[in-house]
């Protein structure tokens, strides 16, 4: 009886179709860690938009203009990327929780809790050094800066995800030190790349693979 037992629980095609079980759960479990495909899409929308609307405030592709701008405009361009990025997060949140109970699951599972964790050092960071900056009217660096820490935010949210997270990680890495060595006078542009149709893109991209 025990012989039989042993057996059963070491059946190769057993433990092959239960593998495959806990594989399509912790697949499923972990499309919903991160930024969902329309909310991405919708994000870099939103990007868009705020690029344009500060190129017009500021007329210039180097964030450096800032400090030629009057008090009243810098105060506007500033508020508008507050407004991008409340947006952003927003939509984010928003667009998790519908697709959850689509799917019939909780909306911040233990996953997504610890990606928000994963990210948030970094996020906290980029807002504290660009505060710093601006104190001393270094506008230009701003941009990269939030780029790398960005990149890096999403690279560890990536790490508990599908695969695609890490490449947008990676994606915002590299423009953001291109942008720190050698492209600061377009940040702007970089910004509308990056922020805009990267996200863009990899809304779509999640949306062909799994349908999120």
């Given at each position: 009886?025990?012989?039989?037992?042993?057996?059963?629980?070491?059946d190769?095609?057993?433990?092959?179709?239960?593998?495959?079980?806990?594989?399509?759960?912790?697949?499923s479990?972990?499309?919903?860690?991160?930024?969902?495909?329309?909310?991405?899409?919708?994000?870099?929308?939103?990007?868009?938009?705020?690029?344009?609307?500060?190129?017009?405030?500021?007329g210039?592709?180097?964030?450096?203009?800032?400090n030629?701008?009057?008090?009243?405009?810098?105060?506007?361009?500033?508020?508008?990327?507050?407004?991008?990025?409340?947006?952003?997060?927003?939509?984010?949140?928003?667009?998790?929780?519908?697709?959850?109970?689509?799917?019939?699951?909780?909306p911040?599972?233990?996953?997504?809790?610890?990606?928000?964790?994963?990210?948030?050092p970094?996020?906290?960071c980029?807002?504290?050094?660009?505060?710093?900056?601006?104190?001393?009217?270094?506008?230009?660096?701003?941009?990269?800066?939030?780029?790398?820490?960005?990149?890096?935010a999403?690279?560890?949210?990536?790490?508990?995800?599908v695969?695609?997270?890490?490449?947008?990680?990676?994606?915002?890495?590299?423009?953001?030190?291109?942008?720190?060595?050698?492209?600061?006078?377009?940040?702007?542009?970089?910004?509308?790349?990056?922020?805009?149709?990267?996200?863009?893109?990899?809304?779509?991209?999640?949306?062909?693979?799994?349908?999120?």
């Open positions: 009886m025990q012989s039989e037992d042993k057996q059963s629980e070491l190769p095609n057993q433990a092959a179709q239960q593998l495959a079980t806990i594989r399509r759960i912790m697949e479990a972990t499309q919903i860690t991160v930024l969902p495909g329309w909310a991405a899409i919708v994000g870099g929308l939103v990007a868009l938009v705020g690029c344009a609307v500060s190129y017009v405030l500021m210039s592709l180097d964030f450096a203009v800032m030629d701008l009057t008090l009243g405009d810098r105060y506007n361009v500033v508020a508008v990327w507050v407004a991008v990025g409340t947006l952003g997060v927003a939509i984010d949140v928003l667009m998790t929780i519908r697709l959850a109970r689509q799917r019939g699951r909780r911040w599972p233990r996953l997504a809790q610890l990606a928000a964790h994963a990210m948030a970094a996020l906290c980029a807002l504290l050094i660009s505060i710093v900056l601006a104190e001393r009217s270094a506008w230009d660096l701003i941009p990269a800066v939030w780029m790398l820490h960005y990149g890096v999403v690279w560890m949210a990536g790490i508990l995800s695969r695609a997270p890490g490449v947008l990680g990676l994606l915002f890495m590299a423009a953001g030190a291109t942008t720190l060595l050698c492209a600061v006078p377009i940040s702007l542009l970089v910004v509308a790349a990056t922020f805009g149709l990267c996200h863009i893109v990899y809304g779509i991209f999640l949306l062909v693979r799994f349908g999120s």
